[in-house]
């Protein structure tokens, strides 16, 4: 911390004195960035990219949405996408957070988005990262095109879509089944300042693929249709897992 230093020098028959008061220079306030997982995942998906901002002065916090991460052990069928965007719009206000860049993975686009149909005011950015970007009464499960082995429904059971890779013998941290009812849920939207927020498309795409045949593209259309930047990233749908770095430096070049 820098110390602004107030010496005080007395001279006199009995020698020399010093006194010090220090008091501390105000600090300027850090960027807050709160970043929203994916289906199935949990903060730890953002582990690797946390400490990269932090050592560039950024306050992060990463948590894990209800019934997911290390939240899996208390999931339930009853968990919806509203007590999803809850979770965040407290995050926000108990820890007291404003000027904030809030980031959505995947699925986290969903809650973001109405995350800033609540409480515009406290954020300034949304970053969609690889993320759905829904409007009003549409579902994750309504915007989601069916792919082969991705079709959603035939991965469902007990109220939970749990995919081939989703296993409970693979180390920690891992992906956990996922509440249907998160993706069933259609989204409220009904704010009109949260048009005003700014907010940044980061699109990924696989190597040797074309952005139109991404799952995301859509939506990353939806962006450009706004008027919001569109980047476009040569990765796979995880990269704040797998390129950390190159995540890092995208979100730490966003204005």
């Known amino acids: 911390m820098k110390l602004r230093t107030l010496a005080l020098l007395c001279l006199g028959l009995f020698g020399c004195t010093g006194l010090i008061a220090t008091e501390p220079t105000p600090a300027s306030a850090p960027t807050v960035l709160v970043s929203v997982h994916g289906a199935w995942a949990g903060g730890w998906q953002m582990k690797k990219v946390a400490p990269i901002l932090e050592a560039q002065g950024w306050k992060v916090y990463r948590p894990s949405l209800p019934g997911l991460g290390e939240h899996y052990p208390r999931a339930t069928p009853d968990i919806g996408l509203n007590d999803h965007i809850d979770d965040i719009v407290n995050l926000i206000l108990f820890e007291d957070l404003h000027d904030i860049i809030l980031l959505g993975h995947s699925y986290g686009g969903m809650v973001i988005t109405g995350v800033a149909d609540r409480i515009p005011g406290r954020i300034r950015r949304l970053v969609y990262l690889d993320a759905f970007l829904p409007t009003d009464g549409e579902s994750l499960m309504s915007l989601r ?3 082969g082995d991705m079709d959603l429904e035939k991965m469902t059971k007990d109220g939970f879509i749990i995919p081939t890779w989703v296993q409970p013998d693979r180390p920690l941290p891992r992906d956990v089944p996922h509440p ?5 849920d259609a989204i409220s939207l009904k704010n009109p300042a949260a048009a005003q927020v700014p907010a940044t498309y980061i699109l990924t795409v696989d ?5 139109e045949t991404d799952t995301f593209y859509a939506s990353s259309e939806r962006a450009r249709a706004r008027g919001w930047p569109v980047i476009i990233m040569e990765a796979d749908h995880v990269p704040n897992w797998r390129k950390p770095a190159e995540t890092a430096a995208l979100l730490l070049g966003l204005k």
């Open 207 to 211: 190597p040797g693929k074309s952005p």
């Open 180 to 184: 249907l009812k998160t993706f069933t």
């Open 145 to 147: 095109p069916r792919q």
